[in-house]
């Protein structure tokens, strides 16, 4: 009679746990989809080796994206200007050309393994360069591209590209 009462709580438990377990699985989803608030408006950004981005905003207001950048690339800047570009620019397009037409965040010099807070313009009225937008996006107006920059270093005055991270907006 014992082993019967065992077997019964056995059961009672594991169909709990299966039931649990599938709750916390849609929950994680949902969570991961935005829904429960994932991530922070939808706005994410993903950086690339050796470069940090967190905390990144999608301004509505300013057609701004404000983010938390930085450099491990084991080189200091003596420059960098840092720009958003859309998704579908090829990136044999990305090139001095590109920045002198975009809006862009002038960071100056950036050591190496400094972090900065940039805010940099996806809105762009300037002709002729495959912008995003030409006007301020509407709450909720998503987007998605890149986040590239164009440095310099001590002893030279070429310019270097590197793209910095992939970045997917959501106007708040």
Do not use: R
């Not at 393994?113 to 762009?124: E, F, H, L, S």
């Amino acid at each position: 009679m014992k082993n019967m009462k065992l077997q019964s709580a056995m059961e009672y438990l594991m169909t709990y746990g299966w039931a649990i377990l599938i709750i916390a699985v849609v929950m994680v989803a949902l969570f991961s989809l935005g829904i429960l608030g994932g991530s922070p408006l939808g706005t994410t950004c993903l950086p690339q080796s050796g470069f940090e981005c967190t905390s990144p905003v999608f301004s509505h207001s300013t057609g701004q994206l404000s983010v938390t950048m930085g450099q491990n690339s084991g080189t200091g800047w003596t420059s960098a200007n840092i720009i958003f570009v859309p998704q579908g620019v090829s990136t044999t397009q990305i090139s001095g050309s590109i920045f002198s037409a975009q809006n862009d965040f002038v960071a100056g010099a950036v050591n190496n393994g400094q972090i900065i807070t940039a805010t940099i313009p996806v809105v762009n009225t300037i002709a002729g360069y495959p912008i995003v937008l030409t006007t301020m996006p509407a709450v909720g107006y998503t987007a998605a591209g890149t986040i590239w920059v164009q440095y310099t270093v001590a002893g030279s005055s070429a310019f270097y590209y590197a793209e910095m991270a992939t970045a997917t907006l959501k106007a708040a």
